[in-house]
């Protein structure tokens, strides 16, 4: 990592990510971090690419509800009062530090009305991408975008 970082002045993520990131979690993680975030570009990009690679729409669409169900649950906790997004954030099991200022964006961006209704237009999305497998890429699109776009706002 130093040596490939050698004459940066210093080690950034980016260099962390080229060196020791797995290339896959990491657009992932742009989906549903772009989608939490009110992110399309960063969604789209990182969708196209993990569909262009192989990736089944409805493995990606899981992953997109099980960050949805972890948001609902730190929402819920907000919502109660037992803690801020920041903390909310940084206490998410499994999330790397890294991930910390799009969560804590998310948190902010959505109710936990708007969450549990995410949920379930997202397992909505589920059930006709296994149902239509021929559509499920462009229906696993609209529904991320529409997500995306509505930015927690319905």
């Known amino acids: 990592l130093a040596l490939y970082a050698l004459g940066s002045g210093k080690i950034e993520r980016h260099h962390v990510d080229a ?3 797995d290339a896959s979690a990491r657009e992932i993680d742009d989906v549903v971090d772009g989608v939490f ?3 399309l570009g960063r969604l789209d990009q990182a969708f196209t690419r993990l569909t262009a690679a192989g990736e089944d ?3 990606l669409i899981g992953f997109v509800i099980r960050h949805a169900q972890a ?3 730190a929402r819920q906790g907000m919502d109660a009062g037992r803690s801020s997004a920041a903390e909310a954030s940084a206490s998410m099991r499994g999330m790397p530090f890294t991930r910390r ?3 804590e964006s998310a948190l902010n961006r959505w109710s936990s009305d708007q969450l549990g209704k995410a949920i379930v237009a997202l397992q909505g999305t589920m059930a006709n991408v296994r149902r ?3 559509l499920a890429r462009q229906l696993a699109t609209r529904a991320l975008w ?3 776009m509505s930015g927690g706002r319905g």
Do not use: A, E, R, Y
Request: contains cysteine; hydrophobic residues 40%; proline residues 5%.
């Open 101 to 103: 200022k799009d969560i």
């Open 37 to 39: 975030c009110g992110m």
């Open 19 to 21: 060196i020791v990131g």
């Open 57 to 59: 729409s409805d493995t």
């Open 146 to 148: 529409n997500l995306t």
């Open 132 to 134: 239509h497998p021929q």
């Open 71 to 73: 948001l609902l649950v």
